[in-house]
């Protein structure tokens, strides 16, 4: 075949790799202690009522708590509350040290017979439905209208602001059709679509349906200064889900979203920012809506289809260290032979985990080979206790939600970083990952070994199938977004969040590392995928410059995003306002695909910012400090390296003069 393809002249297409979809990387039973978590999910995640639950996704707070805060689909934020659906198109509030997006109920879409009680009919990657007694509402993301399918209720678009008039007519009016454009008193035009001819009573804060309505009723708001005509050439077709799907190819991928829909026309749906960067060839429409995450942009059609380029790094930097600092890099990895993992929980062990496989590959980039032995048993010390499940703090697995937490996280939710209520299990097992791939590259056997804890590890966080019975897809990740939710199932006002973008690269980079130290290439290439499209994330929504438009003066000068919210961004941190806290937590760990996180265009407008911590900040911090420096002065850098005394757990001497050392221009 091959011999005749040739003979014709034809080249044979590269054969691609299927990274998300199909099925599961492994249906292993997780060896571990199964136990029952005290938060239990209630009726209100209905379709969705059955492990593996999808802990992280962004629109759990229907389902969590008091099930009565927002949740954001975007442009859109809503909230499913026991009168009906509250939406808004919310204005932004900026101030030095927050952004935010402020909810008023613009619309409220409800019906004069009560709304009853509310669950999730359904949820896939891209969408979830909110059934209420019957009004169905599918929320897909990016979608510029909110839709409501009416069964035998009659319909009201109730509103905290005044209505004005509704197709010209004011209230105490009627009015009947299948369009109606709704004016407010804040200044809002929206308008209302329905499947069939509704007529409407005009009050002074609503529209009342005259009769029970079975069809579908849309709503949308024209943005400010802009015409509702894109809007109505495409009000026919409805998106009521979506998949995500992504096929890999020597150094690129490509990742796909196909939209279910239902209705007649071409689709409309926006594109944030990042989404621009990489789509293929999607027609455009002229609306647009200003949102937290800037302008989104309006795309035709049912399938996006984003091209996104995959790293080349693997295991070192790109460059060898300058010769001028090999011995000085050598003499420090020689005088760090002596660290050890003392910590016993899964994130300040991970991080020590990961500077011991970083010592390693270190090693093994010099030719120390004995270095690089003693480095990697001391690692294997450290890891199997925690796979053979024999360590204090030993891995559970969660029978209720569907995931891999540690003891001492399941008898207090508070404990390990909150771990067992499903907060950053991508930071702390991405340093597992990463130092099992370092093993596993000198050690085959060893992960052959290891495999099943290993793998309940990777299945916990990347598993990319909806077809493992034990384990959600991808737990934490948005791929709407593009980045990642830290936060699991624990309600907050302002939905899912994230601080350390870096952790969580780190986390995929371990991912990238383990499946090419085992050689499994769609496990690596699962880890680009996900590394690739965190770090295009977190230049866009994370790291500020001149250059970008995202977020307005006083925010932007800053420099950096310390969390980022479904509706609100925090020049903050969970554990502290130190300048180095909040900078810095968006570097660590320094590893070799920390070269593609850190822009030089960024380090110089942020590094003059972040300079003055160096003064007070604690050793540690000030490393990172350093480091960050040797993006754009890599001599003074090594200076600054040297006078240091200590280093962070997830760092060493030797790391951070390696860093400096392998700097462009070193």
């Given at each position: 075949?091959l011999?005749?393809?040739l003979?014709?002249g034809?080249v044979?297409p590269?054969?691609?790799?299927d990274?998300?979809?199909?099925?599961?990387?492994?249906?292993?039973?997780?060896?571990?202690e199964?136990r029952?978590?005290?938060?239990?999910p209630?009726?209100?995640?209905g379709g969705?009522?059955h492990?593996?639950?999808p802990?992280?996704a962004?629109?759990?707070n229907?389902?969590l708590g008091?099930?009565q805060?927002?949740?954001?689909?975007?442009?859109?934020?809503v909230?499913?509350?026991?009168?009906?659906?509250h939406?808004?198109?919310p204005?932004?509030?900026?101030?030095?040290?927050f952004i935010?997006m402020?909810?008023?109920?613009n619309?409220?879409?409800t019906?004069?017979?009560g709304?009853?009680?509310?669950?999730?009919?359904?949820?896939?990657?891209?969408?979830?439905?909110i059934?209420?007694n019957?009004?169905?509402?599918?929320?897909?993301?990016?979608a510029p209208?909110i839709?409501a399918k009416f069964?035998g209720?009659?319909?009201?678009?109730?509103?905290?602001?005044?209505v004005l008039?509704v197709n010209?007519q004011?209230?105490?009016s009627?009015?009947?059709?299948?369009r109606?454009?709704?004016?407010?008193n804040?200044g809002?035009h929206?308008?209302?679509y329905?499947?069939?001819?509704?007529?409407?009573?005009?009050n002074?804060?609503s529209l009342v349906a005259?009769s029970?309505?079975?069809g579908?009723?849309?709503?949308a708001?024209?943005p400010?200064?802009?015409?509702?005509a894109?809007?109505?050439?495409?009000?026919g077709?409805i998106?009521i889900g979506?998949?995500?799907?992504?096929?890999?190819s020597?150094?690129?991928?490509?990742i796909?979203?196909?939209?279910k829909?239902?209705g007649?026309?071409d689709?409309?749906?926006?594109?944030?920012?990042h989404?621009?960067?990489?789509l293929?060839?999607?027609?455009?429409?002229?609306?647009r809506?200003?949102?937290i995450?800037?302008?989104m942009?309006?795309v035709?059609?049912?399938?996006w289809t984003m091209?996104?380029e995959l790293t080349?790094?693997?295991?070192?930097s790109?460059?060898?260290v300058?010769?001028?600092?090999?011995e000085?890099?050598r003499e420090?990895?020689?005088?760090?032979?002596g660290?050890?993992?003392?910590?016993?929980?899964?994130?300040?062990g991970?991080?020590?985990m990961?500077?011991l496989?970083?010592?390693?590959?270190?090693a093994?980039?010099?030719?120390?080979t004995?270095l690089a032995?003693?480095?990697?048993?001391n690692?294997?010390n450290?890891?199997e206790?925690?796979l053979a499940?024999?360590?204090?703090d030993?891995f559970t697995?969660?029978?209720?939600?569907?995931g891999?937490v540690?003891?001492?996280?399941?008898d207090?939710?508070g404990a390990?970083?909150g771990?067992g209520?499903?907060n950053?299990?991508?930071?702390?097992?991405g340093?597992?990952?990463?130092a099992?791939?370092?093993?596993?590259k000198?050690d085959p056997?060893?992960a052959?070994?290891?495999?099943?804890?290993?793998?309940?590890?990777?299945?916990?966080?990347a598993n990319?199938s909806?077809d493992?019975p034990?384990?959600t897809m991808?737990?934490?990740?948005?791929?709407?977004?593009?980045?990642?939710?830290?936060?699991?199932?624990?309600e907050f006002?302002?939905?899912?969040n994230?601080?350390?973008?870096?952790?969580?690269i780190n986390?995929?980079y371990?991912?990238?590392l383990?499946?090419?130290?085992i050689?499994?290439?769609?496990?690596?290439?699962?880890?680009?995928l996900?590394?690739a499209?965190e770090?295009?994330s977190?230049?866009k929504?994370?790291?500020?410059?001149?250059?970008d438009?995202i977020y307005p003066?006083?925010?932007a000068d800053?420099k950096?995003v310390?969390?980022?919210w479904?509706s609100?961004?925090d020049?903050?941190?969970?554990?502290?306002?130190?300048l180095?806290?909040i900078h810095c937590?968006q570097m660590?760990?320094?590893?070799?695909i920390?070269?593609?996180?850190l822009?030089r265009?960024?380090?110089a407008?942020?590094?003059?910012v972040?300079?003055p911590?160096a003064g007070?900040?604690?050793?540690?911090?000030?490393g990172?400090i350093y480091?960050?420096h040797?993006v754009?002065d890599?001599a003074?850098a090594w200076a600054?390296?040297?006078?240091l005394?200590?280093f962070?757990?997830?760092?060493?001497?030797?790391?951070?003069l390696?860093?400096?050392?392998?700097?462009?221009?070193?």
């Amino acid at each position: 075949m091959l011999l005749l393809a040739l003979v014709a002249g034809f080249v044979l297409p590269a054969i691609g790799i299927d990274i998300l979809g199909g099925g599961p990387l492994d249906v292993g039973e997780p060896p571990f202690e199964p136990r029952t978590h005290n938060v239990q999910p209630d009726g209100r995640w209905g379709g969705a009522n059955h492990r593996p639950y999808p802990t992280n996704a962004w629109w759990t707070n229907v389902a969590l708590g008091s099930g009565q805060s927002m949740i954001s689909p975007m442009p859109y934020q809503v909230k499913a509350l026991d009168d009906g659906l509250h939406v808004s198109l919310p204005d932004k509030v900026v101030d030095a040290n927050f952004i935010f997006m402020a909810f008023v109920p613009n619309m409220i879409i409800t019906a004069m017979e009560g709304m009853g009680d509310r669950s999730v009919k359904s949820w896939d990657p891209l969408s979830v439905t909110i059934a209420y007694n019957g009004v169905e509402i599918p929320l897909a993301r990016g979608a510029p209208y909110i839709t409501a399918k009416f069964s035998g209720r009659t319909p009201i678009l109730a509103s905290a602001q005044a209505v004005l008039s509704v197709n010209g007519q004011t209230v105490g009016s009627s009015v009947s059709g299948s369009r109606f454009e709704v004016e407010l008193n804040n200044g809002q035009h929206w308008i209302v679509y329905t499947s069939s001819d509704v007529t409407f009573q005009i009050n002074g804060d609503s529209l009342v349906a005259n009769s029970a309505f079975t069809g579908n009723l849309r709503i949308a708001c024209v943005p400010p200064g802009q015409n509702a005509a894109d809007l109505d050439a495409h009000a026919g077709k409805i998106p009521i889900g979506g998949e995500v799907q992504a096929e890999s190819s020597g150094n690129s991928a490509t990742i796909t979203f196909r939209w279910k829909t239902e209705g007649s026309g071409d689709l409309l749906t926006m594109a944030l920012p990042h989404h621009m960067d990489i789509l293929q060839g999607a027609p455009t429409a002229g609306i647009r809506y200003n949102t937290i995450k800037g302008d989104m942009v309006a795309v035709v059609g049912d399938v996006w289809t984003m091209k996104e380029e995959l790293t080349s790094i693997e295991w070192n930097s790109p460059r060898p260290v300058a010769p001028q600092y090999v011995e000085a890099v050598r003499e420090a990895l020689r005088n760090d032979i002596g660290t050890q993992v003392v910590a016993g929980d899964p994130y300040f062990g991970g991080k020590e985990m990961g500077t011991l496989a970083r010592l390693a590959l270190i090693a093994d980039e010099l030719g120390e080979t004995d270095l690089a032995n003693t480095y990697r048993q001391n690692l294997k010390n450290a890891i199997e206790p925690w796979l053979a499940g024999t360590n204090a703090d030993h891995f559970t697995y969660d029978t209720t939600w569907g995931g891999l937490v540690t003891k001492n996280a399941m008898d207090d939710g508070g404990a390990d970083f909150g771990q067992g209520m499903y907060n950053d299990h991508h930071f702390h097992y991405g340093y597992f990952m990463y130092a099992a791939g370092v093993l596993a590259k000198a050690d085959p056997s060893w992960a052959q070994q290891w495999r099943g804890p290993l793998f309940q590890i990777l299945r916990d966080i990347a598993n990319p199938s909806q077809d493992d019975p034990h384990y959600t897809m991808i737990r934490c990740k948005d791929f709407y977004m593009g980045h990642s939710w830290a936060s699991g199932i624990t309600e907050f006002a302002d939905g899912h969040n994230q601080e350390s973008t870096s952790e969580s690269i780190n986390g995929w980079y371990g991912v990238y590392l383990f499946g090419l130290g085992i050689g499994d290439e769609r496990i690596k290439d699962l880890g680009r995928l996900l590394m690739a499209t965190e770090i295009r994330s977190t230049h866009k929504y994370w790291q500020i410059t001149s250059s970008d438009v995202i977020y307005p003066s006083p925010y932007a000068d800053r420099k950096v995003v310390g969390i980022v919210w479904s509706s609100k961004v925090d020049h903050a941190t969970w554990f502290g306002a130190n300048l180095e806290f909040i900078h810095c937590i968006q570097m660590l760990p320094f590893t070799p695909i920390s070269e593609e996180v850190l822009r030089r265009e960024w380090i110089a407008e942020e590094y003059p910012v972040l300079s003055p911590a160096a003064g007070s900040a604690d050793e540690g911090w000030r490393g990172f400090i350093y480091m960050a420096h040797a993006v754009i002065d890599p001599a003074a850098a090594w200076a600054e390296v040297n006078g240091l005394g200590r280093f962070d757990d997830g760092n060493s001497r030797t790391n951070a003069l390696h860093w400096v050392a392998t700097r462009p221009n070193a």
